[in-house]
């Protein structure tokens, strides 16, 4: 069974400095996706980042960039440049593909992320 | 493309009852599946149906079912419910394998 870890509860950055969550997993499988989510108190789940496990070169969106080391099965997010409304829970996430979705999403505990001004 | 639509928002239910939670999913997916997230156990898989077949389920008791339309909707129910399932019930709904994306989330309160 897959699983995925976060070992950092909770982390502050000041603004417009870079911070780095953790996220590290296990599996069998070679064809998964990962995914980092944000989940601010509107409680609405936002997909920040992506990255396919056959990709070798690392996913960046704008401000946020990953460090994928599938050895190691790790998976840290890198935020740059931190915004107050960065401020959030974040949640890797692991994700099985069958029949060409996304059908099932294994999460870690989350990382609350505080911004300070 | 309009997203997620989970309704209703919100929800307040006594022990014994039971719920209908419905998910609209973005126009075009055929998947959607369902989580239950609490602050003591986090977010663990429901299930999540394609084509209005059941392809995956989580290790929830019979209590949870679901079933999905022809048009790709989505309903979630919980028959005799407990005080333990008061929780926040986000459906996803994806439409290749590159990403997940998630409604607004019901909050049910079971009193």
């Known amino acids: 069974a897959q699983t995925v870890t976060q070992s950092q509860p909770e982390m502050s950055v000041q603004e417009a400095e870079t911070v780095t969550l953790s996220c590290t997993y296990d599996?069998?499988?070679?064809?998964?996706?990962l995914f980092w989510y944000k989940q601010p108190p509107s409680r609405q789940m936002i997909l920040v980042i992506r990255?396919?496990?056959?990709?070798?070169q690392n996913a960046t969106e704008n401000r946020f960039s990953v460090n994928f080391q599938k050895a190691a099965k790790s998976f840290s997010l890198k935020i740059s440049d931190s915004q107050l409304g960065d401020a959030a829970m974040y949640f890797c996430?692991?994700?099985?593909?069958?029949?060409?979705?996304?059908?099932?999403?294994?999460f870690g505990t989350g990382t609350l992320l505080a911004v300070q001004p | 493309k309009a997203g997620v639509t989970q309704t209703p928002r919100y929800l307040i239910k006594t022990r014994g009852q039971q719920v209908t939670l419905s998910c609209s999913p973005i126009?075009?997916?055929?998947?959607v599946s369902w989580y239950q997230q609490t602050p003591g156990q986090g977010l663990q898989f429901l299930f999540e149906?394609?084509?209005?077949?059941?392809?995956n389920k989580g290790n929830f008791p019979g209590r949870f079912s679901g079933r999905q339309f022809s048009n790709s909707r989505s309903e979630m129910n919980v028959s005799t419910l407990e005080l333990g399932d008061s929780a926040l019930y986000l459906c996803?709904?994806?439409?290749?394998?590159?990403?997940?994306?998630f409604g607004q989330g019901t909050r049910l309160t079971v009193v």
């Open positions: 996430a692991y994700g099985t593909i069958y029949g060409g979705a996304t059908n099932k999403l294994i």
């Open positions: 126009s075009g997916h055929r998947s």
């Open positions: 599996t069998s499988e070679s064809d998964y996706y």
């Open positions: 996803a709904s994806s439409g290749g394998p590159a990403a997940a994306f």
């Open positions: 990255q396919e496990a056959y990709k070798q």
């Open positions: 149906y394609f084509s209005e077949t059941q392809r």
